[in-house]
């Protein structure tokens, strides 16, 4: 799981009287690092209004910033894009002040390297993935959109009903169809491993139909970032 901090939050106001300026919005510089100050790229982070949901976004830039003006006087939930989910934080509320004004923001991340994908689903026995699927794949295809250095390993698992061999070929050809799903559209083949684990891996008892659920998952881990 990642972690997110809110490290500084600052207001400044602005001399700039420019007629241009839309005085009901406040301009956000965000910093995004790690944990070791290291300037975090093509990171999505998400600030989405309490009350109407409504959402701003910016992709962090080589040197970990990104720039966004947002409504002044409301309160935003801090959302973070992972490969697994888009995960919420931290509540900020902005100031309703006079004029034209700036914040500083910076958001330190401990950056995961295994993750669970949820909601992808097959069908029973086969490597055919279930349409509800392609959602959840979605935030694996924008994370490595976003970060076009990425390599990750898709692995496949099952529980331990059935033959041994039967799970692994099972789990590999359900890990090739996250693949395929990912060059479909437009993700480098030589930027994804796939390997079929079978019932090796569990995270659960397989003694308990809910533990059996658990560990038929399917993950991702990050090789190269």
Do not use: W
């Amino acid at each position: 799981m990642k972690k997110i901090a809110l490290i500084i939050l600052v207001m400044c106001l602005m001399i700039s009287a420019s007629a241009q300026k839309d005085t009901s919005l406040v301009t956000l510089n965000v910093k995004v690092t790690d944990y070791k100050d290291k300037p975090l790229k093509g990171e999505k982070i998400l600030l989405e209004m309490e009350k109407t949901k409504q959402s701003y976004s910016g992709v962090s830039g080589e040197d970990g910033t990104f720039t966004i003006d947002i409504p002044k006087g409301k309160e935003y939930t801090i959302k973070y894009l992972t490969i697994s989910d888009k995960l919420d934080y931290q509540k900020v509320k902005i100031p309703n002040f006079k004029g034209l004004a700036s914040m500083k923001l910076t958001i330190k991340i401990e950056q995961s390297k295994l993750y669970e994908l949820k909601n992808v689903f097959f069908d029973t026995d086969k490597a055919t993935l279930k349409p509800e699927s392609y959602n959840a794949l979605s935030n694996l295809l924008e994370v490595m959109k976003l970060k076009p250095n990425m390599v990750v390993e898709i692995s496949g698992h099952t529980d331990n009903s059935g033959d041994n061999a039967h799970n692994l070929k099972l789990s590999k050809e359900r890990a090739e169809a996250v693949k395929a799903y990912l060059v479909k559209n437009k993700i480098a083949e030589n930027r994804i491993i796939t390997k079929g684990y079978g019932s090796e891996k569990p995270i659960a008892d397989n003694e308990t139909p809910e533990g059996r659920q658990q560990n038929r998952r399917t993950e991702v881990k990050i090789i190269k970032e």
